[in-house]
């Protein structure tokens, strides 16, 4: 192997990293988000299929040419793998946030602060409970987000090659964070392109 093809390659997907078309004003994105930990179990067990239900149908092929391309990439080691996983992990919540005709201005660091709303949505999820977030949501709410923990619940055990399952359960778990941080309009069709919040799993 030539000695400039490593620097060339990583002085590339860096520019990438930076050049990528982002939109403005975008939600909380954290490196600790459900989506980037699905980005990199993707990475790390070849498998895309763990991060494709964060997409629709529509960006699929979008994701897999850029999964494809980091995953050759990373397998140089070192700073190519660093810069080949974050170009994949920003190109996926990128796409998940256009899917939901939402901005997107870059990952933000791990331990960025999260609203207490969102964290304890977060928690009800890990737990099955909605006990987290009383007191922190009117309680006129509490009967319809029990229906849609409910729901997310009932959806989110499913084989991780099927994606539109998967998708399926993305939504349930949008609906649910949405009305728990009293978003009452949906941004976009949750069917085909989920949202992501800022969450820490």
Partial sequence: MYPWIL?????????????WPRAADAHCDTLDGPAVADGRTALATGNPNHALKWVGPDAEAEVREVFDACSRVRALGGDAT????????ETLVRLHRAGEGAGFDGLKPSGTLLDPVVEAADA???TGSIKPLIGLVPSDRLDE???????????RDFP???VEAGRRYIATYVAFFTYAEGEEHHHGDHEHGP????HRH
């Fill in 7 to 19: 620097p060339a390659t990583i002085l590339v997907l860096s520019a990438l990293v930076l050049l």
């Fill in 82 to 89: 660093a810069v080949a996983d974050r170009l994949f992990l």
């Fill in 124 to 126: 009800a999820i890990a």
């Fill in 145 to 155: 987000l029990q229906h849609r923990l409910d729901a997310a619940l009932a959806a």
């Fill in 160 to 162: 991780v090659d099927d």
């Fill in 195 to 198: 949202v992501e919040h800022a």
